[in-house]
């Protein structure tokens, strides 16, 4: 079946380190976006993908990197530069054309830094 | 204030109760979104419009673009349907990506 998959679900990491979490997907969609989750809060764009070896900022990029060598994959890796970091991380996928049709969600990676 | 405002933020009912969540925009869109969270994280897609009414099963989605609303109700509401719902618009300016709003919890119980 056809997804998105985002590893791992838990991640622990020391403050300081740089930590990468990880989503692919086979449906064969074009772009590509990573989200971040707050308690009341609605999910923020961190970056965006919609082509491969192309991406754009989104509302809350600082601190945060990423890439698109592939089109299946499309990693987040949250640096030490990013103040507040511990949160839920989702990841998701749309076919692109103007209006976003299919958006398909992951689980989730739940980030937590000590 | 945020361009995506849904009402209520929480919501209990008795399994049968008819539910109903509201999401109200400030901007021109292309289309909405409904959004179905568990509360392990992940997220379905429910529905998308861009105008007038879908049914899946027991949900039902409206979405009136002149007043700039929509509705997501639940018939014969059961525990299962107990998840956050979030509404999602693509704003008619950059349909690169979709405003969120904040979530509408909502909790059936037995």
């Known amino acids: 079946d056809g997804g998105i998959t985002q590893s791992p679900k838990y991640l622990f990491r020391k403050e300081g380190q740089n930590v990468t979490l990880s989503c692919e997907q086979n449906?064969?969609?074009?772009?590509m976006y990573w989200y971040r989750q707050d308690p009341g809060q609605g999910l923020r764009l961190i970056y965006y993908?919609?082509?491969?070896?192309?991406?754009q900022k989104g509302d809350i990029a600082e601190g945060y990197s990423v890439s698109r060598e592939k089109k299946e994959s499309f990693p987040l890796t949250v640096t030490s530069a990013q103040k507040n970091p511990t949160a839920f991380y989702l990841c998701?996928?749309?076919?692109?054309?103007?209006?976003?049709?299919?958006?398909?969600f992951g689980s989730g990676t739940r980030l937590t830094v000590v | 204030k945020n361009e995506v405002e849904q009402s209520p933020q929480n919501l209990t009912a008795q399994e049968g109760e008819f539910i109903t969540i509201n999401c109200s925009y400030s901007?021109?869109?292309?289309?909405l979104h409904w959004l179905q969270q568990h509360p392990g994280g992940g997220i379905v897609s429910l529905f998308m419009l861009s105008s007038g009414k879908k049914k899946h099963g027991r949900l039902i989605a409206t979405i009136n673009i002149q007043e700039k609303h929509s509705s997501l109700h639940i018939t014969a509401s059961h525990p299962r349907d107990s998840a956050v719902y979030i509404c999602?618009?693509?704003?008619?300016?950059?349909?690169?990506?979709?405003?969120f709003g904040t979530g509408t919890r909502l909790q059936v119980f037995p």
């Open positions: 998701a996928s749309s076919t692109t054309g103007g209006v976003i049709y299919g958006y398909t």
């Open positions: 999602a618009v693509v704003a008619q300016r950059n349909t690169d990506k979709l405003i």
């Open positions: 901007v021109g869109i292309s289309a």
């Open positions: 449906l064969n969609h074009d772009a």
């Open positions: 993908s919609q082509i491969v070896n192309d991406f």
